[in-house]
């Protein structure tokens, strides 16, 4: 029934957005974040969402401040199994210098955005979509090598099995890089 108090799914993820961001800008004003990341922020609140132009546009700022700083760094992004594109950067961190460089440059542009970028709700869902598809070959996996898998055990329950699985045996079975996933 609308209209009768209940939330939609829309509606609910949306407030969660709304809090998560307001906890990330609690962390970002406490932990030294500049105020060009701080609009983002707070824009990105308002939007309900953050693009991954202005997770680029981030990434390299805190390039372009490293090598303003006298130090080295270059813009690259990484693509996750999911299919998630992740903007980010390498820098180089040779002396205790550079590294402080690196880590002032990050923490005034880019690092809280970055994490939002990751953390939305969008981001979130294209990772879970993917896990759902590869938990076949982490399930048929864990069976084959004489693992009893419970029938209806969760997708991050049959991951949990797989990282204790592969701890127990050294690395010995490993469903994880098996069925193409290097982190959830």
Not at 29 to 51: C, H, P, V, Y
Request: glycine share 8%; aromatic share 6%; charged share 20%.
């Amino acid at each position: 029934m609308v209209g009768c108090g209940t939330e939609t799914g829309a509606q609910a993820d949306s407030e969660a957005f709304a809090d998560l961001v307001a906890s990330i800008i609690q962390e970002a004003e406490a932990g030294g974040a500049g105020d060009t990341q701080l609009a983002i922020l707070r824009q990105a609140q308002s939007d309900g969402w953050l693009s991954i132009e202005v997770d680029r546009a981030v990434n390299r700022e805190a390039v372009e401040c490293i090598n303003d700083a006298g130090s080295y760094a270059f813009y690259q992004e990484t693509t996750m199994e999911s299919g998630l594109v992740l903007p980010g950067f390498s820098s180089l961190a040779d002396t205790p210098e550079q590294e402080a460089i690196a880590d002032a440059c990050t923490i005034e542009v880019q690092f809280w955005v970055s994490g939002l970028y990751q953390m939305q709700p969008t981001s979130m869902q294209l990772n879970e979509t993917y896990l759902d598809q590869q938990i076949p070959l982490v399930r048929s996996c864990l069976e084959r090598n004489g693992y009893t898998v419970v029938p209806d055990a969760t997708t991050h329950e049959l991951l949990r099995q797989a990282v204790d699985v592969r701890s127990e045996t050294n690395s010995g079975v490993d469903c994880l890089t098996e069925a193409r996933i290097e982190s959830f």
